[in-house]
């Protein structure tokens, strides 16, 4: 059994900082790729940023410049620091990893979603 768990969502004003994190918990072998994706209400959810265990990033063009990924291997934990918000970054925020298990099979797992919202 493999659990992501968020934390740091909540309300801020626009230009205001959040920072999300997202911590992994199980049995399994590793996690490859890590990332953020984001749903606002009546649209798809889209890929914010992403990361390889080597530390190798990727960000929707919309954030870029703005949100930083990272992530602690050892701690199987990945974050969001989140600059400069806007209203427009209101969404769900959800964590995503590519998980390894020892008979080297890989499935992707998705936390439980953090809300963040934007209002002055």
């Known amino acids: 059994q493999v659990q992501l768990v968020e934390s740091g969502g909540g309300l801020v004003q626009p230009g205001g900082s959040l920072r999300l994190s997202c911590a992994a918990s199980g049995s399994f072998f590793g996690i490859n790729t890590m990332g953020w994706y984001r749903q606002a209400p009546g649209k798809e959810r889209e890929l914010v940023a992403a990361?390889?265990?080597?530390?190798?990033?990727n960000y929707a063009g919309s954030v870029k410049g703005r949100f930083t990924i990272s992530r602690d291997n050892a701690k199987n934990t990945v974050y969001l620091q989140m600059n400069s918000l806007k209203p427009e970054d209101t969404a769900v925020y959800y964590c995503?990893?590519?998980?390894?298990?020892?008979?080297?099979?890989?499935?992707?797992?998705w936390g439980q979603g953090t809300q963040v919202t934007l209002s002055s």
């Open positions: 990361i390889t265990r080597s530390g190798t990033t």
């Open positions: 995503n990893a590519r998980v390894v298990f020892t008979n080297y099979r890989e499935y992707d797992y």
